[in-house]
C-alpha cells in the first residue's frame, strides 16, 4: 500500500481529553483508584470460587469467567490511558492500536454473549431445580464458556480487519483515548456506509440476541418465583436475579449506546464518557454487585480472610 492511502505511518495520536488538562488529573486519580478496585475484587471473586467448594457450581464458573474477563479488558485499556493522561505523549503504535482494538472487541463481545448463557444457568437453576445438575452439567457449561470466547473471537477478528482495510490518506489523530470501530472510521477519507451497516447488522446479533434471551430467561424466571409461596425464598431468588439485572442493565445499556445508535448521531464526547463507563466503571462494580447481596460470597470471604477456612 502506498503513502497516501494512510499505511506509510507507524502510529495514532489518541487525543482523549488533552482538550480539558484539569479533567485529564482528576481523570488520573479516579482512574487509577476504580482500576485498582477492579483488580481487587475480580481476583477476590476468582480466587473464592476456586478456594471454596460451596462456590464451586455452574453460577460461581460463569462468574469467575466473567470476572477473568473484566480483568483482561480493563488492562487492556486502562494502563495505557493512565499513562497518556499523565503525560504529553498521546501516541500509540499502529500494532498496538490494532491488538488493542482486537483485544476490547474481543472481549466485550465474549462478555454479551457471556452475560446470554448466566441468564440461561438462572433459568435452569430456578425454573428447573430438580434437573439442574443434569442440565448444567459442567461439560456443558464448559462448552457453552468456550462458545462465548470464540464468538467473540470470530467477531473481534471480522471488525478489525474490515476497520484497518478502510483507507486513511495519512489521518492519524484518533478523538478518543482508546482505539474503537467509531472513532476509527471518523477517519476514513472514503464512504463508509457499508461498514457501519455491517457494523451495525453484527452489533443487533451480537447485541440484541443476548437481550432477547435474558428476557424470555427472566420472563420464565418471574413466572416461577410468583409461585413461591416463602418470602425468603422469593428474597433470595431476587437477590442473585437482580444482581445479574443490575450488570445486564449497564453493560448493554452503554454497548448499545456507543454501536447501535446512527453514525450522524454519534458525539464524540459522549462516546468518550460512555466507554469509560463499559471499559472501566462496569468492571469495578460487577464485584460489588455480585458480592454484597450474596451470602454465599460474603460467606467464603470470611472463612479466607478470618482463617476459617478448611481445605477439606
Known sequence: MDPKNGSSFTGFILLGFSDRPQLERVLFVVLLIFYLLTLLGNTTIIALSRLDPHLQTPMYFFLSNLSFLDLCYTTSTVPQLLVHLRGADKSISFAACVAQLFVSLWLGSTECILLGVMAIDRYAAICRPLHYTVIMHPRLCALMASASWFIGFAN????????????????????????????????????TTVNESELFFVGVIILLIPVALITFSYGRIVRAVLRIKSAAGQRKVFGTCGSHLTVVSLFYGTAIYAYLQPSNNYSQDQGKFISLFYTIVTPMVNPFIYTLRNKDVTGAMRKVFCGGYDSR
Open 156 to 191: 473481534s477478528s471480522l471488525q478489525t480487519v474490515l476497520t484497518f482495510l478502510v483507507p486513511l490518506c495519512g489521518r492519524n489523530k484518533i478523538d478518543h483515548f482508546l482505539c474503537e470501530v467509531p472513532p476509527l472510521l471518523k477517519l476514513a477519507c472514503v464512504d
